[in-house]
Nanobody, 125 residues
Framework: QVQLVESGGGLVQAGGSLRLSCAVSGRTSSTYGMGWFRQAPGKEREFAASISWSGLITYYADSVKGRFAVSRDNAKNTVYLQMNNLQPEDTAVYYC??????????????????WGQGPQVTVSS
């Protein structure tokens, strides 16, 4: 059974940084596109960032571009989301997701079939 286990969430002041990790078990992550999504209270889940299986292609939502960076370490079956200059509007539950084999970097959540549990990220002003 495939599981995505996220870590690294927490409370940070505005302007601070956090790094989320998503460790994949039960299936090697190295040949799958991966994505990060987030859901703020009272809002729908939205795309944040994604990375292709090769790591050569990345996409970002306009709201996080220039502040967030997605990367992967295929040897460790882990994907990361480095979040810098965090702002209160970044407060949300963050989910990592695994897409199809040899997949690209997709924005649409329907492209992903396995989801993590979603750590909370809270940014205070």
């Amino acid at each position: 059974q495939v599981q995505l286990v996220e870590s690294g969430g927490g409370l940070v002041q505005a302007g601070g940084s956090l790094r989320l990790s998503c460790a994949v078990s039960g299936r090697t992550s190295s040949t799958y596109g991966m994505g990060w999504f987030r859901q703020a209270p009272g809002k729908e889940r939205e795309f944040a960032a994604s990375i292709s299986w090769s790591g050569l292609i990345t996409y970002y939502a306009d709201s996080v571009k220039g502040r967030f960076a997605v990367s992967r370490d295929n040897a460790k079956n882990t994907v990361y989301l480095q979040m810098n200059n965090l702002q209160p509007e970044d407060t949300a539950v963050y989910y990592c997701a695994q897409g199809p084999p040899y997949g690209g970097a997709y924005r649409n959540p329907s492209a992903y079939d396995v989801w993590g549990q979603g750590p909370q990220v809270t940014v205070s002003s």
